[in-house]
């Protein structure tokens, strides 16, 4: 398969409600759709960074950067048969994991499409509908925050999240789990506490929480052990966690017993199905991990929770939770027993509302622009 065109849009999509964690409020989510064109075809894929450097480097200004000077030259006129060969074209080019994630993505979408398969039979997922929950953002008050968890509740949801920092952590956590005792709880902490600074942390493992999720600096892997060692709660790892290596590392020294994947964070689907097989090996369960995505990201993160090793909700949750409107014509709903489907069509399965994208459409630019 030759690629023909890359096309890169920048969208900015207003979310139903803001979203706060302990790097800062969204009341937008900024991505870059990804449309790769080859044989008649249009493959999708969507680059997860976000407009600031809150969560990673890697910013919708950088991956866009990326993009246009080096990814997109070093494949388009080139012939692709697998998308992996697409991961070694651009390993020699440093970080930048989100936009090689989204080109990625759109070349799996491409090949679903090409041979007539799923993305979810490419990647070897062993099921059609998969457990999810919400991720909850810090809300003005414990008591506000427990009104927010019980709509989502009532809604279907039988998992949640909690976000906290330092200053809003237990009284919202103990306030959550006094309102719903058998609740399938966690929190994640974004990076936002110092070793010393997580003691704070210490009643939560008496919460009865799944987990914990990245208390610590995101290069903090030994901070993280020795909380481990310390705290019976499963400690899970989000943002130290960008390759295979990094997975393996980490839990040979017990700096988590629980990671949480993102095709995006870790350079793509390829390097998160190694991820999935190494922990699956060794019995450490993963969760698939969300970014405000939008119906194509929504799409991949569906696929990828449905391999074995994925035994843990994601945080994948239907679409009224993020957007009014989404870029896809689907919307993905949440069913009675907190579970969505997996798309069944070939590819990522979506197709694209082109009224919406012209709506959210804030810059674009295609491979045909490029100076030879
Ligand atoms: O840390 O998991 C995170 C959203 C943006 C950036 C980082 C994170 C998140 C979420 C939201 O928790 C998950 C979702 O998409 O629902
Ligand atoms: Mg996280």
């Known amino acids: 398969m030759r690629i023909e065109e890359i096309e890169v849009v920048h969208l900015r999509m207003p979310l139903r409600t803001p979203f706060e964690t302990s790097f800062g409020r969204s009341v937008t989510r900024d991505c870059l759709l990804l449309i790769v064109r ?14 600031e450097p809150g969560y990673s480097p890697e910013t919708v200004g950088t991956e866009w950067h990326i993009l246009r000077e080096f990814i997109l030259p070093a494949v388009v006129g080139i012939e692709f ?55 909850v953002g810090i809300q003005e008050t414990p008591q ?44 994640d902490a974004n990076s936002a506490y110092t070793l010393e600074g997580a003691q704070a942390l210490k009643p939560l493992d008496d919460l009865n929480l799944l987990l914990i999720e990245q208390p610590l600096g995101e290069e903090d892997w030994w901070g993280h052990r020795s909380l481990q060692l310390d705290f019976r709660t499963p400690i899970c790892l989000d943002e130290s966690i960008l390759s295979l290596q990094h997975a393996r590392q980490a839990l040979e020294i017990g700096a988590c017993r629980v990671i949480n994947i993102k095709a995006g964070r870790v350079g793509g689907l390829t390097e998160a199905v190694a991820i999935h097989n190494h922990c699956l090996s060794l019995a450490v369960p993963v969760w698939c991990g969300g970014m405000l995505e939008t119906g194509v990201g929504r799409a991949s993160n569906l696929a990828l929770a449905s391999l074995p090793g994925f035994t843990l909700p994601g945080d994948i949750s239907a679409t009224e939770r993020y957007y009014e409107e989404d870029i896809t014509e689907e919307r993905f709903t949440l069913n009675p027993d907190s579970t969505i489907d997996v798309p069944e069509r070939p590819g990522l399965g979506v197709k694209l509302d082109q009224k919406a994208l012209k709506k959210y459409q804030v810059n674009v630019f295609s491979s045909r622009d490029l100076v030879k």
């Open 81 to 135: 048969e697998q998308p992996q060969e697409f991961c070694q074209k651009v390993a020699w080019i440093r970080g930048h994991r989100m936009a090689k994630a989204g080109v990625e993505m759109a070349l799996w979408d491409l090949y679903g499409k090409r041979h007539g398969q799923s993305l979810r039979a490419l990647l070897g997922g062993v099921r059609n509908r998969v457990e999810v929950g919400v991720s």
């Open 144 to 187: 506000v925050l427990v009104k927010v968890v019980e709509s989502y509740l009532n809604q279907g949801y039988r998992r949640i999240k909690l976000k906290i920092k330092p200053g809003r952590d237990i009284d919202d956590v103990l306030a959550v789990r006094q309102a719903f005792p058998t609740l399938r709880l966690q929190v």
């Open 38 to 51: 080859a044989e008649g075809l249009e493959g999708y894929g969507e680059c997860v960074a976000d407009w």
